[in-house]
Each structure stands twice: as structure tokens, then as C-alpha cells.
């Protein structure tokens, strides 16, 4: 069974039921979003697609819908049922389920918080694991990336993660078995899942899960002697001097960042510093 259709077979009855038929053996969805009282739709392609009748559509019109209620208990499902116990991430405005899948919600902000409860709509980021996705890059950096710091730039939905995760598993397998330090502070790189990642990242890997990138760099040059730290989504000041200082020291940095172009990168401030 596929990653998707796990997601999907989470959902409750009514909605899973005509998904399933309608997207057959199809496994190139990234997104599913649920809107309340509205149609659903799966990303495909950047496109959202529509279900009809138990099939796929390009119109939303006559297309399946999810009550709010059912929007509350597919939330309860895909965490778990524990979405008190996730409430630090849910503040966040999502959480990430086993396999490293993001469940982004769209609710009523409180003094609080985000109340999962009084969600709205629900986008369920579909994770990627691309084995063998990153050796290009890696053929065209100094020895094969065992003697470079590394930065991948994209939009939205460019699969900077997905390389990302294959640089380190490439690196820290053999022959290389470079010590990568791996700050996953959104739990969608390795995707531990009870003591251990579900996602390939290699041998030599240490996964500091649910650190910040600040904190989770000063633990890794403290304690874990890396030669490589890698962290997703990097952006704020703190994150340029908590890498500068691991560099300084004498470790290599593997990072990723949000722009669409390197015009858009480089008047990110924080960005220059660490490229600079």
C-alpha cells in the first residue's frame, strides 16, 4: 500500500470510500485538502483534481464535499486521536504524522494558541522519499560533497526537502559514513516514529528531532562531533548565526531555504551572511 493510500484510507468513510476508485494506482498526489462544507481536492502537479461520481475531474462541480464534522474526525484520525497531546505543534498551525506527512490546519486563532477543534480546513502534505534523487548534485560538488557546505533553494513544493534527505543519506552511508548531525525541527526529514526514523537518512546519521535549528546546532557541536549539520528551511537571524558558529568550527553545513529564484535569495539578508 502507498503512502497516499494509507493517508487516505485514515478518513472517514464516506470520504475515503469514493477516493479510493477514483485515483486507482496513482501515487504522484502531493497534497489533499479539506476544506469545511467545500470540495475536495487532491494536488496533483500543482492542479487541483476533484472527485465526480468516483472519478477524478477537473471541475468542482457536483464534486465530493466534507462536512465540518467530518473534517473534525478525519483531524482526530490523522493525529492519533491525540490532538490535545500535539498542541505545542498544532501552535505551530500544523503537525507531522508517522512518515513524515505535514497536516497543515486552518482554524480559529486564541489566547492559547490554535484550537485544532475549530478548524476550518486541513492540507495533508504528502512526504517523498526519492532514493538516489541527490547524486547528480552531489557529483558536481568537491569529492562528491565530503568537502562542501551545501545551500538548495525552491519554491513551495520544489522537493528541496526530498534532495535534501537523500544528500544526507548519501553522505552518512557507506562508502562515505560522513557524522551528519540532522536538526529536523519540523519532524518531516527522518520522520522518527517512536525511537527511530522511518525515512532513509543513512547510517552515520544523528537525528536531533523536534530541535530548533539554533539549539540543535549548538547541541551537535557540543556533543555529537559532526562533520556535516543539516536543517530544512532556514531564514531567521538566529538560524545564520547558529550555522555560521557550527562553521566556524570547523563543520560543513547542508541547509535548504524558500526562494524562487536567486534574485529572491539573495535579498534575504540572513541568507547572504552564510553565503557570503
Known amino acids: 500500500m502507498n503512502e497516499f493510500i494509507r493517508i487516505v484510507n485514515m478518513l472517514p468513510k464516506r470520504i475515503k470510500q469514493p477516493i479510493i476508485p477514483a485515483v486507482g494506482s496513482k501515487d504522484d498526489f502531493t497534497e489533499i485538502r479539506l476544506r469545511s462544507e467545500r470540495p475536495i481536492s487532491l494536488i496533483e502537479g500543482n492542479k487541483p483534481r476533484f472527485i465526480c461520481a468516483e472519478r477524478l475531474s477537473d471541475s468542482d462541480i457536483g464534486a465530493l464535499c466534507i462536512t465540518l464534522k467530518e473534517l473534525i474526525e478525519s483531524l482526530q484520525r490523522l493525529s492519533?486521536?491525540?490532538?490535545?497531546?500535539?498542541?505545542?505543534?498544532?501552535?505551530?498551525?500544523y503537525f507531522t504524522m508517522r512518515g513524515g506527512h505535514?497536516?497543515?490546519?486552518?482554524?480559529?486563532?486564541?489566547?492559547?494558541?490554535?484550537?485544532?477543534?475549530?478548524?476550518?480546513?486541513?492540507?495533508?502534505?504528502?512526504?517523498?522519499e526519492r532514493k538516489g534523487c541527490a547524486d547528480e548534485l552531489l557529483s558536481q560538488l568537491p569529492n562528491g560533497g565530503k568537502n562542501a557546505s551545501l545551500l538548495i533553494f525552491g519554491a513551495v513544493l520544489s522537493g528541496k526537502t526530498t534532495i535534501l534527505r537523500d544528500c544526507v543519506r548519501r553522505?552518512?552511508?557507506?562508502?562515505?559514513?560522513?557524522?551528519?548531525?540532522?536538526?529536523?525541527?519540523?519532524?518531516?526529514?527522518?520522520?522518527v516514529w517512536q525511537g527511530a526514523p522511518t525515512?532513509?537518512?543513512?547510517?552515520?546519521?544523528?537525528?536531533?528531532d523536534g530541535y530548533t535549528r539554533p539549539r540543535g546546532a549548538e547541541i551537535a557541536v557540543r556533543a555529537l562531533s559532526?562533520?556535516?549539520?543539516?536543517?530544512?528551511?532556514?531564514?531567521?537571524?538566529?538560524?545564520?548565526?547558529a550555522l555560521?558558529?557550527?562553521?566556524?568550527?570547523?563543520?560543513?553545513?547542508?541547509?535548504?531555504?524558500?526562494?524562487?529564484?536567486i534574485d529572491e535569495l539573495m535579498k534575504k539578508a540572513n541568507i547572504r551572511r552564510l553565503i557570503d
Open 244 to 261: 555560521l558558529s557550527a562553521s566556524f568550527s570547523g563543520v560543513r553545513v547542508f541547509a535548504t531555504a524558500h526562494a524562487g529564484s
Open 80 to 93: 492519533g486521536y491525540s490532538l490535545y497531546a500535539r498542541q505545542r505543534e498544532i501552535n505551530e498551525g
Open 102 to 128: 505535514r497536516v497543515g490546519i486552518c482554524s480559529s486563532a486564541t489566547d492559547n494558541g490554535v484550537d485544532g477543534f475549530s478548524a476550518n480546513a486541513v492540507n495533508i502534505r504528502i512526504a517523498r
Open 226 to 241: 559532526p562533520d556535516i549539520i543539516a536543517c530544512d528551511e532556514i531564514g531567521s537571524e538566529q538560524d545564520a548565526e
Open 199 to 208: 525515512l532513509g537518512v543513512g547510517s552515520c546519521t544523528d537525528v536531533l
Open 171 to 191: 553522505l552518512s552511508s557507506a562508502p562515505n559514513f560522513q557524522k551528519v548531525a540532522l536538526i529536523d525541527e519540523r519532524r518531516e526529514i527522518a520522520a
